[in-house]
């Protein structure tokens, strides 16, 4: 079965500090060669700390910034390839849902004009038409009818990430891109938008791609999981795997230091500190990139980029010491394997 | 557990903020009380628009024009704030009180070197000389744990990243030895393993020198690691105060029972919601300010003002159902 998304060995580089002439003098590697695959009604979550690549990634794939390599494919469909009217109508169908819903609404509308503007796009010119859909994608977000004759400033944060979900899914897309949907949102309010989405999923089968600082959050709302840092993704693989069996160092540094709301339990953590921060995407440290706040980190981690190593079926980790993976806490951990040359 | 019997260092009673709107004032912190002993670290915990941030506005007068104190008192060591003039309240913000907000960016002024600015809040509060000011900085940077100092010390605030930055306004707010330190989100614009180096260094600071912490966040896990008691607040009103244990373990109040059951937990389970949205505060319910939102909800709900009730000397919870529902859970 062919995947609903799949993308292959992106890599981009941003020129920064420029020359003189106009040439760059350094660059900032944003995305180095990664590789993921989103299934058909299922989630993928990307987790990773400012300046890891991850939103860059999400802006590659909708053809948004163009790539330096790698590929895209939706379907059956090259994304890269695609031009003018060909790409609009392919971001028509992985539409993308930001971070502020302050920001990503236009005030001047109200929301039945918000959330039918892609049908408009496309040609659809009847308003009753138009009502109706509008009111049908309302419904769908769990918003009442009466929300279409309403401008954004008159609606909370909450309300505003609905309407934004309810554009996202006018023209019937197989995924959405949501972009830290939900980081601006409070506890509460978050959690409704959270089932909203598993609901939608379950009702139309609509694939995300969830990208998030959040590792709880991508934990409650992933089937799979990729952890990128600094521009590369270090482990990937099924949620409950790869937090049963994190095989990264990063991966294990992530989930000890997201605290858990519970006193006893937070206080009791065994929390090894990760050392530093990430480093600046414009030196990205040679060989892996993590070495330089490793626990584990050798000779060989300063000097050669790590293989990705097969965990488990369907668990990668990019890791020269995953044999030192104090493992989960149950089952031992399999002799590594190397991947055959990609 | 610490034992609560140390004098409260600051002790805010009954502090009432409004903000003057075209429909006359609206009450926007209703009755707050709070108090916090040398050591300890009080949590005040809420979401947008609950109050919080005021409450820590209105203890440091810095309310700006549009916001008032209509009422209470901030004690720090029994001198009440509210009646301090400009200059000698000047002398309190940086002085008595040290503060850490959010984003460390806005804090630091990027035209200066990181060690002339720590000086300089050396320098405000106490006659020294530059040299010597210069020598305090170097000092308290080393005490925040950024490395190499004196080097460090010359460089400007964009030669810093988000974590170092944040450290670096904490040796500001620690300059002149403040015996009440304010934390207004101080980890939420930062990286999770680098706001966890944050509170470790915060907690560190608190139990060095004893100082107390106010720390206000939205984060429960935040929460949940470094506080000692916590007060959660709600439309403007302190809702429920409790020590942190019996807080996470045996919440009293629904609104906080609902917010607890909000954060994700094991993959697979749904997350509990709270219907409704906080009320506007010139629309607040005639009683209680969670009712209309409340899977409790009774008939005496709406009767009137709901006062904060004793749970046990240490806990109590603004609601009317309090023993009723305390039978419910049990």
Redesign the interface.
């Given at each position: 079965m062919t995947a609903l998304l799949e993308v292959s060995n992106l890599a981009k580089a941003f020129p920064a500090r420029r020359t003189g002439f106009g040439r760059a003098r350094a660059w900032v590697h944003a995305v180095r060669d990664v590789s993921f695959a989103v299934e058909h009604g299922r989630t993928l979550g990307v987790v990773g700390?400012?300046g890891s690549g991850k939103s860059t990634a999400a802006r590659l794939l909708l053809g948004l910034v163009r790539p330096d390599a790698g590929t895209v494919r939706l379907g059956e469909v090259d994304v890269l390839a695609a031009r003018g009217a060909d790409l609009h109508a392919l971001r028509r169908r992985m539409p993308m849902v930001f971070q502020d819903p302050y920001s990503s609404l236009d005030p001047t509308w109200v929301v039945r004009d918000i959330v039918t503007e892609p049908l408009r796009l496309v040609g659809e010119r009847s308003r009753p038409v138009l009502g109706a859909r509008a009111e049908e994608l309302l419904e769908l977000v769990g918003l009442a009818p009466a929300f279409a004759r309403r401008y954004p400033h008159e609606l909370?944060?909450?309300q505003r990430q609905r309407i934004a979900l309810a554009r996202a899914l006018a023209c019937e897309p197989d995924l959405v891109v949501l972009d830290e949907a939900v980081a601006a949102l409070?506890?509460?309010?978050?959690?409704?938008i959270?089932?909203l989405l598993?609901d939608l999923q379950d009702r139309l089968g609509v694939g995300y791609l969830f990208i998030s600082?959040d590792?709880?959050?991508v934990?409650?709302v992933?089937h799979d999981l990729a952890v990128m840092y600094l521009g590369r993704i270090v482990e990937s693989g099924p949620?409950?795997q790869v937090?049963a069996r994190p095989a990264h160092p990063y991966t294990r540094?992530?989930i000890?230091?997201?605290?858990?709301?519970?006193?006893?339990v937070?206080?009791a953590r065994d929390?090894p500190?990760?050392r530093g921060?990430?480093p600046s995407a414009l030196a990205v440290p040679s060989g892996c990139a993590f070495h330089t706040r490793c626990p584990l980190a050798t000779d060989v981690c300063r000097t050669t980029e790590p293989p990705e190593v097969a965990i488990a079926p369907g668990h990668t980790a990019a890791c020269h010491h995953t044999e030192s993976v104090p493992g989960p806490r149950s089952e031992p951990v399999p002799e590594p394997v190397l991947k055959g040359t990609s | 557990m610490k034992a609560p019997v140390l004098e409260p260092v600051l002790d805010v009673r009954d502090l009432v903020v409004e903000v003057g709107t075209a429909h006359g004032p609206l009450v926007v912190v209703d009755g707050v009380s709070l108090a916090v002993a040398p050591g300890e670290t009080l949590g005040l915990v809420g979401e947008s628009g609950s109050g919080k941030t005021l409450t820590a506005l209105a203890v440091m007068r810095l309310l700006g024009s549009s916001a008032r104190i209509a009422g209470g008192q901030v004690l720090l060591e029994g001198t009440d704030l509210t009646t301090l003039g400009v200059k000698q309240m000047r002398e309190v913000r940086g002085g008595r009180i040290g503060m850490v907000f959010q984003e460390p960016m806005t804090a630091l002024d990027p035209a200066y070197t990181v060690g002339e600015q720590v000086a300089e809040t050396v320098r405000r509060h106490r006659r020294v000389p530059r040299k010597q000011a210069w020598k305090r900085a170097v000092e308290l940077l080393d005490r925040v744990g950024i490395p190499s100092p004196e080097r460090r010390a010359r460089d400007y605030p964009h030669h810093f990243s988000g974590g170092m930055r944040q450290r670096v306004v904490i040796a500001m707010a620690l300059s002149c030895d403040p015996v009440v330190l304010l934390a207004d989100e101080p980890t939420t614009a930062l990286d999770v393993t680098v706001q966890e180096q944050i509170l470790t260094l915060l907690a560190g600071l608190r139990d060095e020198s004893g100082l107390a912490l106010l720390f206000i966040s939205h984060d429960l896990g935040v929460i949940a690691d470094i506080c000692d008691r916590v007060a959660v607040m709600y439309a403007g009103q302190v809702v429920e105060t409790a020590p942190v244990h019996d807080l996470f373990a045996a919440p009293r109040h629904p609104y906080t029972d609902a917010l607890l059951h909000c954060v994700p937990g094991a993959a697979g389970t749904r997350l509990a919601t709270i219907p409704g949205t906080v009320p506007a505060f010139d629309a607040l319910p005639p009683g209680c300010r969670f009712a209309p939102r409340c899977a409790h909800v009774a008939p005496g709900c709406d009767d009137g003002p709901v006062a904060l009730e004793i749970v046990d000397p240490a806990h109590r919870a603004r609601c009317v159902r309090l023993d009723e529902l305390a039978e419910v859970a049990s």
């Open positions: 700390e400012s909370s944060g909450g409070d506890v509460s309010t978050r959690a409704g959270i089932n598993q600082h590792l709880a959050l934990r409650v992933s949620t409950e937090y540094a992530l000890a230091a997201a605290p858990v709301p519970d006193p006893v937070q206080r929390r500190p990760v921060e990430v | -």
